[in-house]
């Protein structure tokens, strides 16, 4: 019998009713045998995540500040979800031990990956499941990259000792013994490590949408779900915002060909969204399978007549980026005139700004070189694009017809996606726009 393994996220988790439909779904197929789990996100959308309130105290410590009232609001959290649950289970020692820990400066990825790990403790005991602690099975190496090799030898060997277990996601080890934790929503990467160490036949990721819907919810009313997204597509749309899947969390499952089921756990049998490898299909109707914006970026605009003509001209831009350490977004660029998007948090440290521009100046003697902020990019993705003509026309037509300005356009030549840059204030506009354009 094949294997599913299954992450529920924060939402998922949050309190004792949502443990009980997770363990329905878990125990309503027996192929469901491991289960990643997050930490207890927000109840209601004016609640903490418990991932917040631990990094919170970690500040109020390195502040010199009292945690007591803080941390009993976790305590509370974790309780009440026992309590509820009705569980003969004792988590006080650990509690007081992270208390302890967090006390005497343990490092702030400690103090953050505690949530999940107390969250898989609880579901573990609840569920009848093993437990196997993320620490003994997700490794990083020195210099904090994620070390692929070992975490799927060693998790594989693990993962056979046990027919059922939860593992929590978010959090590895380092060389030295120390914890280290993903990025922020980083669950989504450890359930996606356990299902190629499992090799599993599909990998669910269960949380409060159902599937990844074509363009942020919080955004346009009730966008439509997606059926199939191809990883690539779903690449596009990630890394653009859409944030229901972390950008990294399809690698480990990629090369293994184990598609990606996202679901929703308070609609269980609604089929949400499958994630595949490639696919030939698409609704034709719609061309599009989704759009995503994200703000922040600036273009550094680069002048100089016949630029063209200039031998490594280019290069040289890209060297002075390189050498303070900014990575590019795109580089739409004319025949006098280059603009380079980055963005606009990576101009920001360590005077990277005038730097750069001081060096641009030196390195390629430009006639001017300008940095304009406020540019939210956003995303029109669809493999369907590359057969439909006329797709970029009805994106810009969309998006002129709501009065908005178009500062910079790039279509991958993949035909994959059309990327626009549009004025931060203007990017939820410009979404609705183009989502209504296509989704009538
Ligand atoms: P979890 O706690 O289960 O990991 P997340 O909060 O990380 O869940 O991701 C789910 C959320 O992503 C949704 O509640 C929704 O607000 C947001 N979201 C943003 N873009 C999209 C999209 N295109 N489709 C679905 N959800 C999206
Ligand atoms: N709990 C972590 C976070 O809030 C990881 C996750 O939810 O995936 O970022
Ligand atoms: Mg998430």
Redesign the pocket.
């Known amino acids: 019998m094949g294997i599913k393994v299954v992450k529920?996220?924060?939402?998922?988790l949050a309190d004792a009713e949502h443990f009980r439909r997770v363990a329905e779904i878990v125990r309503n197929d027996p192929k469901r045998r491991y289960v990643v789990a997050?930490a207890p996100?927000k109840r209601t959308s004016d609640d903490v995540k418990v991932t917040d309130m631990l990094y919170h105290c970690y500040e109020l410590v390195h502040d010199g500040k009292d945690i007591t009232e803080y941390y009993n609001r976790i305590i509370e959290r974790y309780n009440s979800i026992i309590r509820e649950l009705q569980l003969d289970f004792d988590i006080s020692g650990e509690l007081e031990y992270i208390r302890n820990a967090i006390l005497h400066h343990s490092g702030q990825d400690f103090a953050a990956s505690r949530g999940e790990y107390l969250n898989s403790l609880i579901l573990a005991k609840y569920l009848k499941f093993d437990f196997i602690d993320a620490e003994s099975v997700v490794f990083f190496r020195d210099n904090g990259s994620y070390d692929e090799e070992k975490t799927n030898s060693v998790m594989r060997t693990e993962l056979q000792k046990h027919r059922n277990a939860v593992i929590p996601g978010f959090y590895g080890v380092m060389p030295n013994g120390t914890i280290k934790t993903f990025s922020r929503?980083g669950?989504?990467i450890t359930g996606s490590i356990v299902a190629r160490a499992a090799d599993a036949e599909l990998y669910e990721n269960?949380?409060?949408?159902s599937?990844?819907?074509?363009?942020?919810?919080?955004i346009v009313k009730d966008?439509l779900p997606i059926k199939v997204v191809t990883y690539r597509e779903l690449r596009e749309?990630s890394y653009m915002?859409?944030?229901?899947l972390h950008e990294d969390a399809i690698f480990p499952v990629r090369n293994a060909g184990i598609p990606i089921n996202i679901r929703n756990t308070n609609e269980p049998d609604a089929p949400g969204t499958m994630i595949v490898s490639s696919s030939g299909e698409y609704d034709a109707n719609r061309i599009i399978t989704?759009i995503?914006g994200k703000k922040g970026f600036s273009v550094i605009t680069i002048e100089k007549d016949m630029m063209n003509s200039e031998i490594g001209f280019g290069r040289k831009i890209l060297d002075v980026l390189e050498d303070n350490d900014v990575s590019f977004e795109h580089l739409p660029s004319g025949v006098d005139t280059m603009s380079v998007i980055v963005s606009s948090a990576a101009l920001e440290c360590n005077n990277r700004r005038e730097r750069i521009v001081s060096s641009i100046n030196k390195r390629v003697r430009p006639d001017s070189v300008v940095i304009e902020d406020g540019l939210a990019l956003l995303a029109v993705v669809g493999r369907g694009m590359v057969k439909a003509k006329g797709t970029a026309a009805r994106v810009f037509d969309a998006i002129s017809a709501a009065d908005i300005n178009i500062r910079m356009i790039d279509q991958g030549s993949s035909e994959l996606n059309i990327i626009v840059g549009v004025e931060d204030s203007d990017l939820d506009k410009a979404l609705n726009a183009i989502y209504h354009e296509f989704v009538k």
């Open positions: 529920f996220g924060g939402s998922s997050s996100g929503g669950s989504d269960w949380t409060d949408v599937g990844f819907l074509m363009t942020d919810p919080r966008p749309l915002g859409a944030s229901v989704g995503a």
